[in-house]
């Protein structure tokens, strides 16, 4: 189970689809992610896999940069990326091979990124730019479904991006059917994110047409500008 907010559900799922809680693996310490943890635990003892850096008391295994596990129980290696900016020691899980998966918490979202609680723009550019080096095919399972609304603010952020209107309608219709968005690849992300397509003159032209940025202004003054945009947007 990856990032926990309550037990209820994953207790539900385990006992629907007839399966045995092996392991816990955590992005970072915010309540919505850890808040079923110890009640997860009440039902038996499994290795709870987290950052090192954030102040989680429950993590039996402190994880950081560079280190890899394998999820107990499952044929399952991963490998960790430290990337902070939502908080200063958040980590992402990645998957390598064939199918690539990404579980990235609330450090990249779909169209989007999490906001900046702990760390600075320049820590969130560098942790998402880690994250966008990896496989376009990669599978992102980033924590929250926040992507019509994160679309909304692409659109206003580089409304001359065609594949991010496509992204709009196709999006648009697995909500109205109930559908998740998640996962996205890294490769849709780097084509419709903006917070992934800083460097694009055309997203800096806009922030200086909407009054939010000096002409002229480095890649990580237009990533400022643009998450404090988002924030207020």
Known sequence: MVDPGDALPVQAALAAHGLTL?????????????????QLL????????????????????????????TVPGLDLRLRILDVPGHTKGHIAYVRDGA???????????A??????????????????????????????????????SNLRFACAAEPGNGVLHERVVSDSRKREHGVPTV?????LEKATNPF?????????????????LAHGAA?????????????HF
């Open 183 to 187: 996962p996205s690849t890294i490769g």
């Open 22 to 38: 092996s392991a816990i693996l955590l992005t970072h310490h915010h309540a919505d992610h850890i808040g079923g943890v110890s």
């Open 42 to 69: 009440q039902h038996g003892s499994v290795p709870v896999f987290g950052p090192r850096h954030d102040g989680i008391a429950a993590v039996t295994q402190a994880l950081g940069d560079g280190d890899a596990i």
């Open 99 to 109: 199918e690539p998966w990404l579980f990235c918490g609330d450090t990249l979202f």
């Open 111 to 148: 169209a989007g990124c999490g906001r900046l609680f702990e760390g600075t723009p320049a820590q969130m550019a560098a942790s998402l730019d880690k994250l966008a080096a990896l496989p376009d095919a990669t599978l992102v399972y980033c924590a929250h479904e926040y992507t019509l």
């Open 219 to 231: 890649p990580l003054e237009v990533f400022a500008a643009l998450r404090e945009w988002k924030n």
């Open 196 to 212: 992934l397509r800083y460097r694009e003159p055309a997203i800096a032209s806009q922030l200086q047409s909407a009054g939010k």
